[in-house]
DNA sequence: ACCAGTAGTCAAGATGCTTGACTATGTATC
DNA sequence: GATACATAGTCAAGCATCTTGACTACTGGT
């Protein structure tokens, strides 16, 4: 499987100079451990039997709380379009993790709750976060690993007020789109 | 089997209550804070002129240095398959950003290389990544933005391992390879 | 009753990835 | 050389995800 090494000699010849190194800035940096993560987390969801586990459907139902919320709140939360909102519901009613219900208050809104079979797959998924969170704590240690999170937790903390002041000063991006 | 709906009250409740709590452990957060940079970091190519940039695309040039490389070892070293690649390539030749010529050495090989219009934007990307980077070090310090880098950068180092202890020792996930 | 705004749906299409099947070339073996 | 297998790349089809545009149904203010 890895016998493709044998042959690296060609391949340092045949550039003008030997290869540079990869990227090593704050953006590839996360996206690279943004990416391990997501795929070790789908990959144990999915042996832990949960079939339909996607990305992208993970990325949408971290915005849903256990008791439900309004599809159309959802909607405001997610960063995409209420239309993409609603084809990764669709997908997940029809996989019976959640379900939509008609809102009792708004006769235009829906109501978008777990199933059991939807809860059973958070209380999964809380597992594996918990081991995966474990296997980080042993390779950086306790203070390393809290560091990580709360520089994490500050950058998301001051990314509104980045915006706002983005939004406020430039003119690149009309919000009448 | 469907009980659940005899509790729409307390839906409702639970919704009144405000019992929304976003994800906050070290997965949801590397994704926020990755989506941000991305976003971010595309935006700022596409104000630059670069209309072409998408983030699939910075992903795979990532990949390949300013000399360039044979499109096999692009392939090995990205994690996609090889026909994603190709026709990520096809895509990059067409606006201009690479050329792919052959390989003296290898009668089957191709080299990508970057033309002059690719090297352009290579340029106005680091120019981008520093700017960005200063912001982040404003919200951050110093100190707490290098701690930030180097528990990321440990992260990636000791992935490997994992990797290797993962597929040597379980023998869990047969997924598709 | 009217009408502007909101919630959700339907339809069509673009992008980014996948697997399967294929051609061309290199390499090892006899 | 002939043969067989491996490697590099391409072509085609399809799926998942996300987009925009057009639409229906409902709400609330006047």
């Known amino acids: 499987m890895l016998d493709y090494v044998s042959g690296e000699k060609n391949l340092v010849k045949s550039l003008d100079e030997k290869s540079e190194t990869l990227p090593d800035h704050i953006g590839w940096r996360l996206w690279q451990a943004s990416r391990a993560w997501q795929t070790e987390f789908a990959a144990a969801m999915r042996a832990a039997g949960h079939h339909w586990f996607t990305e992208a459907r993970a990325g949408l139902l971290g915005h849903i709380p256990r008791g ?5 709140a959802l909607i405001e939360r997610s960063a995409i379009s209420k239309q993409a ?3 990764l519901l669709d ?3 029809t996989e019976g993790v959640l379900q939509r219900l ?4 708004d006769g235009r809104g829906k109501l978008v709750r777990y199933t059991r079979k939807g809860l059973d797959a958070l209380r999964d998924g809380d597992r594996i976060k918990l081991q995966i969170e474990r296997s980080y704590v042993a390779r950086l240690g306790h203070e390393r690993f809290a ?3 709360g520089a994490l937790r500050s950058l998301d903390r001051t990314q509104a007020d980045a915006l706002d002041k983005a939004s ?3 003119d690149d991006a009309p919000e009448s789109k």
Chains 1, 2 share one sequence.
């Open 68 to 72: 439900g919320m309004r599809q159309s």
């Open 85 to 87: 909102v609603q084809q």
């Open 91 to 93: 997908g997940l009613e």
């Open 102 to 105: 008609p809102d009792p208050q």
């Open 147 to 149: 560091a990580l999170m």
């Open 168 to 170: 406020g000063v430039q």
